[in-house]
């Protein structure tokens, strides 16, 4: 939204004393605007978590020299820490099946602005979705997929990736199950959308089990894909209220509003650099 | 809230051509004045599902004779009913074992007259709770339990429910499993609260797992038991959110509130006679 | 969803008893398969609302003389009533301003076959959007309008109404004041939507206004347009948190998904034949 | 919760840089173990605001010192600010008429531990709540009040509180209008629940106003009490779904949950110190 461009830390580490207190001086002496601080420290882990957002404009330390003259400070309290500029602009590769929903609508926000990402490629299992890529202009790739075949379509998914530079994977109701090997080689760095409030209905038709179970309340869970199905990090929830009434269709038919917000709303949070992932979880600084 | 008399109707059977008309013809040939129908049919399970309302004064047919008179049309149908009558008030008797949040939430709304039920019992395996029952002026009866005496104890609770002609048993944080046994004897007539939004998070200390997992969204269920624990028709969901934030504390007192609104308007839908059960689900016409 | 076509009627009459004894006696004498039915007495005001849907086939009644056959019953109880039949699709305009988000939504759920309707026309006072509109290949129309011109300008809507045989025109964040008349001749035929939980932040700038006010929680409304600006009978609302930390940048953000679910929610029950207006209120049938 | 002494600052000031810094320096420097920090930069008006928590044990200026040492920083920054230690236990007066659901769910919290305060007065024009006083043992005043009183019973209401050297007044559905005096006297020392999501029915019988407009959803506000009627500062505010099925009775039971939880919120925000007051906001460090 503002024209200023900004730098962002996400830091990591250790609970210490003088953690805020050295970042902040790091920030003061140089004569950063910050426009966005927040921490947070997981007592019971002992973990330190910082956001820290400031403009470039008037930082005394250009641009290119701001992650050697933060180095020294990083490694005195032993940081895991990234940095980031507002006017690099991620890129996205959307993984989708053939329910199409979910990917209609990040491509929606992407043309409206409301993304702030490109998103060059578009990989497929299926045909199907083709023609809302083209009408969006977006390269589609078909890439079919087997129990045999696995290993090589990652490949070749992992060849488009790196062709195309891509920061981050997104799956839109992408319905195959990655490799341990795929999740771990883009860590933190592929989002999935599944639709139930994990860990509930784990798996498969999880509106199927839903409704089976007669549950008063559905749910969508975007998380981080990790080794373990559906067992990532979360990002964002959100759930819907449903009743006796409601059949399968009902709740499918509902369920795609709530994938579709709570999907976007965590691509969203990642694109901002908004999300830090520590153990199993996330600390969400929005 | 009404002042008027009223007799309801639940009604459960095999979907069927006619019925609607039947059970509307039946109460309208006797002028019957309707305050509240609902039906709803499970076209998957074919299952027809009734509740409907209506005032004694002006019907034809004295209220001793309801039963007698719908007999006929039910066995056409082969219908299962119930009729219930509003100026006859349900009993609960409440367990409980050492949280009294929901125990002391429900007596609140009991003694504000909030609660269309008496509450002449409360049971515990624990003595914590006396002074709580007693500010109310509620009999406390403790019933300790161990592996070895649980038959022997739930036969006493057993002649504490038959002593008091009890019509529904709330759990209100009774920590002990039931028997299959007991579940049975008092099927549907069983309302237990789980702290979390269920099927996530059976078992125990659901506060601790859903911190562990990292989840946005805490919940709480209201449900039947029945010998399959935390598997029972589910009555009443509800959530709320959280944040990496939240200690497991944070969660615990958050969680309270949900736990003592959800279980109240549970036994508050039942007491009114607005939940039918079906297979292992509910439907709420409210 | 349902192959199966449907006919369905809404009712509304004065309280009377017998009316849901002489509706299901009708349709089950000509042996219709019921669907869906619901009822509801506003007993304030002694009004009679009912929503019932049966299977054309195997009905004893031809389709065409539906009407005909249901006339003699609806007259004896005075009632107002509108019949629909399944497999006749709705032809829906959406007026649109600057703001695409609604628009984009409503085009591409209607793409994806989620609502049940044809949307042959965009109208709009300015060009903004007609790229939208072309890339779904639907006609743009542009008709800007000032103060002198919103006469004529309406004139100029009402003639594209009619020919294109209009049956619901979808206010889609369109930021012209519609005059009562054209409000009046289109009664229950315009859904608009707001960016606030109505009555709150009636008129212009609701988010500004909601940030001005410092409120907890931001909403959205959709409702049919009536003479009296925003105050039109609702049919849906709901909610988002929000927090000191969001400026009103963020509350336009997280506002457009609020905008884009009610509306797309409001448009689906009306045309799924789900809402009866009574008063200035809705009974939602769903 | 925790068993340590705490000392919380709640700081306001212009916006300016190495704020933070500064804070957390002096933290530091004095070898505070923060346990809790964070911060709010309002950039439309240039407000800084922080909360910042640390344990007394191991901090080198002793307890009585720590105001005199931030003095200096204090004033370097012009800063607003106010120092709490979690072992001053706060003074609650609660003023009710005649609806006691409110008062009943904080006496019961308060009994339960749930609330961080002394709870030794309940002041109300109406002799109905005194039973549940009674039964809490805490004193009950009764102080009518009229038109010609009001001046005269709002005096009579402050000697009780500087009596008991009260330092948080809840209005727990106390229905009379407090006078723009009284309000400004404690300023930012009252919290009010009001029965609506603020603005929308401000004033006299929010949930008939809400019937007869047909709202979706329905809301509670608390906010602190200034001298214009249910405008003053947002603390928490949460709703409840209902539907046309929903009459006024209806709403007021549904809105009594809600009342209660947002009452309860709020004023367990403000005794945790959470809650920082700025222009007719609140920033909220949860």
Chains 1, 2, 3, 4 share one sequence.
Request: charge should be negative; hydrophobic fraction near 45%; proline fraction near 4%.
């Amino acid at each position: 939204m503002s024209a200023k461009t900004t730098a962002t830390l996400l830091i990591t580490c250790r609970d210490q004393k003088g953690l805020v207190a050295a970042v902040s001086d790091f920030l003061y002496r140089n004569e950063g605007n910050i426009t966005h601080a927040d921490q947070h420290t997981d007592k019971e882990r002992a973990i330190f978590l910082q956001r820290v957002e400031w403009e470039l404009d008037g930082f005394r330390v250009p641009r290119e020299g701001i992650a050697d003259a933060f180095r020294p400070l990083a490694e005195r309290f032993d940081m895991t820490w990234t940095l980031h500029f507002s006017d690099e602009v991620p890129r996205i590769a959307i993984l989708v099946s053939k329910l199409p929903h979910c990917l209609y609508d990040l491509l929606a926000r992407w043309r409206l602005g409301e993304l702030d990402a490109e998103i060059p490629m578009i990989i497929s299992n299926h045909d199907d979705a083709r023609p809302i890529a083209e009408s969006f202009g977006v390269e589609y790739q078909v890439l079919p997929v087997s129990a045999e075949s696995k290993a090589r379509q990652e490949a070749q998914i992992d060849e488009l990736i790196a062709r195309e530079r891509i920061d981050l994977i997104v799956l839109a109701r992408y319905m195959q199950v990655l490799s341990a090997e795929f999740c771990e080689r883009h860590a933190n760095r592929i989002i999935n959308i599944h639709h139930s409030f994990l860990p509930a209905f784990a798996g498969a038709r999880p509106y199927h089990q839903a409704h089976e179970r007669g549950v008063k309340v559905i749910g969508a869970t975007a998380h981080y894909a990790t080794p373990e199905l559906d067992q990532g990090p979360i990002i964002v929830q959100d759930v819907a209220r449903v009743s006796h009434r409601d059949s399968v269709e009902d709740l499918v038919r509902m369920g795609k509003d709530l994938e579709k917000v709570v999907l976007a709303r965590a691509v969203d949070l990642h694109l901002r650099h908004r999300v830090i992932v520590y153990g199993n979880k996330t600390a969400i600084f929005d």
